[in-house]
């Protein structure tokens, strides 16, 4: 991520944001975060972000609610790959979210900070496809 | 016949006068006062009639006699220093007097006194007040009184001088106010006296009042007066100390209650429902951190208002008038939670279930209502997703799970380079037992669901090649940090789609080659392949480590059996991995099996039907 990307993380759980923050800050990328769905509509709408990690148990609105906002043809994100990134593994959850066009659906518990970096980096690298970005196990 | 009066002697032819004419008629008579030429001192005549025994008179006795004695007699009257009484005749004349130059052979009449005057001639009713008060023929003013004797005629006169009569009324008045001011003096004098021993104590007392009215209990009277005064201070200083206790009791209660109070907010708080709480007129008394996180209302902007002027909550599209709540009385409860109650405030709207129930202070009537409120948000979304019960849980476990791990690694990687070696071996162990759990997690949720006939696979017609060359590629790295060769032998040509769950199945085959990596020696191997044989393919993963004893293998496949690994240490599977891969092959409709010498090495293989052409056709091709 050599030019500065710009990154939203939606995520609720304090813990999760920071440890992303942490290790993408390394990297030199300043991830920007919203702690609830409807946070993460209203800075989406408001930025122009170069991908969009999106939890899916949120507060106010779910991910998928988010997701659908984002995808609606008249959302400023409608062109903004969107990453799920989240707990949930249940495949009918993933179907549904690549269905209304989500860019990717990875498991937070399968990939340590580091490599969520990287999948996120060789994503907008162009170096991974969707296909690449989906959770590579899925016992739900 | 007065007493000591002399009778001049000597025989005289008796003119008529009243006085002889008195005593012919057989009375006394007594002549006017006159002054012999040879006298100083005035005389009278008394003329004594005598009678025989029929009571006519034969003679008449004539006695003369000097007033010396009178005035003699007057002058003995006390009249203070400077009083005198005299005696005057009807002409004014003095014939009596202490001061034998006033008396009237003087000459001087004195007639013009009204004392004199208007007593002779109209009695003493005649006299005025200020007929009293005059100059005196000495040319002093006097006061008077007089008296008339009437059957001579003479007025009796007594003068002081006024000076006399009024300086002691002077002295007296004089008197009178030394008197008041050594009176005044003395009541000065003993309100000093009073104020020092009466009004003191009581300034003390109020003083002592005050200080314990601005809280210094600690202040006691000393009063020793031994009067009423000490037991007044006696009962205040007792007051007092039974108010210094009391102020101790309160204390320490209130501290207590506050401690209390102090642990039930930090509760409240800490609760991760929204909580507030009102009294009888809805008015709002607490607001929890949570509620504030739920409705975006700040605490600030709640206490104090009326409930349904600060929350919102809907059924639906109706409002719910949590304020009429209040009125219901006793044991009324209400709990609210089907799906479409929601807290609304502006665009935000936020599913919740709904608890209100009365604060009913032990045997008293409603004092309040506390609404308790969850964000429902998650819970309906798994609701949403129709995710099961499994399904929340590993949601939830994963998440600080993932935490977990994610710290580990960070820390891994950034001490990496200056943790000693044990501790690095301790933190290395750390994330390794992090992993265990989270793969025990998975595979207990697993186990749940296979056991409550749950687990569910989503088949679709795939090349198992392609999901096998995936898995491989993620499991390269552990295989190189085991230093194991990690193979697969490629069939020569593409072989038929089968029915798979891409991701189960990757799932059977990680078990396996992780069993491998596992149970296999450094510098071993692990091969896969893929090969078809009577419309089954059939992979299998063969290693060349210690094998499984002939008798544990017929318990392989089932839960928690472990066969004791020798090897790569630290990691001790679940005894779950098979058990689970033997239900995900059984639910593709495909066997799993092993074969296995003890110290030669191990194939694990499982079969999976390939895709029928109705199957293709109904599913169609997935990528």
Known sequence: MADAKRILLVEDDLFIREMYQHIFAKEGVILEVAEDGQEGIDLAEAG????????????????????????????????????????????????????????????????????????????????????????????? | MAEGQSLNQGVSIELSSPAFDQAKKGDDGISKAYFPTDQTSPQVDVYSPITNEQGSVIGIIKSQVTLNTLTQIFSRLNLGKDGVAYIVDDEGQIISHPQAAKIANQHVSILGRPVVNKLLKGGYASLQPIDHYYTNESNVPVVSSSNLISSLKWVAVVEQPESKVFGQLLLTRNLLLVGMAIGLLLLVVIALAISNGLAGPIMELKSSAKRIQQGDLSSRLQIHTGDELQDLAGS????????????????????????????????????????????????????????????????????????????????????????????????????????????????????????????????????????SFRDMTKEHEFEAMKLDFVSMAAHELRTPLTALRGYLSIIQEETEKILPEPVRVFLNRSMISANQLASLVENLLNVSRIERGVLKVDLV???????????????????????????????????????????????????????????????????????????????????????????????????????????????????????????????HHGTIWVDSKEGKGSTFSFSIPVATDEEIKSMGRSA
């Open chain 1, 48 to 140: 122009q972000y170069d991908i969009i990690l999106l939890d899916i148990m949120l507060p106010k609105k779910s991910g998928i609610e988010v997701l659908t906002a984002l995808r609606k043809p008249e959302a400023k994100s409608l062109k903004t790959p969107i990453i799920l990134l989240s707990n949930l593994g249940q495949a009918s959850v993933i179907k549904e979210a690549f269905r209304i066009g989500a860019d990717g659906y990875l498991l937070k518990t399968d990939l340590l900070p580091r490599q969520v970096y990287e999948k996120v980096s060789d994503f907008l690298a162009g170096k991974l496809t969707k296909e690449d970005m989906l959770a590579s196990q899925s016992v739900d």
């Open chain 2, 236 to 371: 205040f200083n007792a007051m007092a100390n039974e108010l210094q206790e009391r102020e101790a009791h309160l204390q320490q209660t209130n501290s207590s209650l506050k401690l209390e109070r102090d642990r039930q907010e930090t509760l409240l708080q800490s609760l991760t429902d929204g909580v507030l709480a009102v009294d009888g007129s809805g008015q709002i008394l607490l607001f929890n951190k949570a509620a504030e996180v739920i409705t975006g209302i700040i605490v600030n902007q709640a206490v104090g208002r009326s409930i349904d002027e600060v929350v919102h909550f809907f059924n639906d599209t109706t409002l719910l008038p949590l304020s009429q709540y209040s009125d219901q009385q006793d044991e009324f409860k209400l709990q609210l939670h089907q799906r479409g109650l929601t807290f609304r405030r502006g665009r935000i709207s936020v599913p919740v279930s709904l608890t209100v129930s009365p604060i009913v202070p032990q045997g008293r009537s409603t004092s309040g209502w506390v609404v």
């Open chain 2, 461 to 587: 017609p795939l090349q198992i090649e392609s999901m096998i060359t995936e898995t491989l590629t993620n499991l390269m790295e552990v295989a190189r940090q085991n230093q194991i060769q990690l193979t697969f032998d490629q069939p020569e040509k593409s072989l038929p789609p089968a029915m798979i769950d891409r991701f189960r199945l990757a799932e059977v085959l990680t078990n396996l080659v992780a069993n491998g990596i596992t149970y296999t020696k450094r510098g071993g191997w692990v091969k896969v392949s893929l090969q078809l044989k009577e419309h089954q393919l059939i992979t299998s993963v063969t290693d060349n480590g210690e094998g499984i004893p002939a008798a544990s293998i017929p318990h392989l496949f089932t839960k928690f059996y472990r066969v004791q690994a020798s090897l790569a240490q630290g990691s001790k599977g679940t005894g779950l991995g098979l058990f689970i891969s033997k239900a995900i092959v059984t639910a």
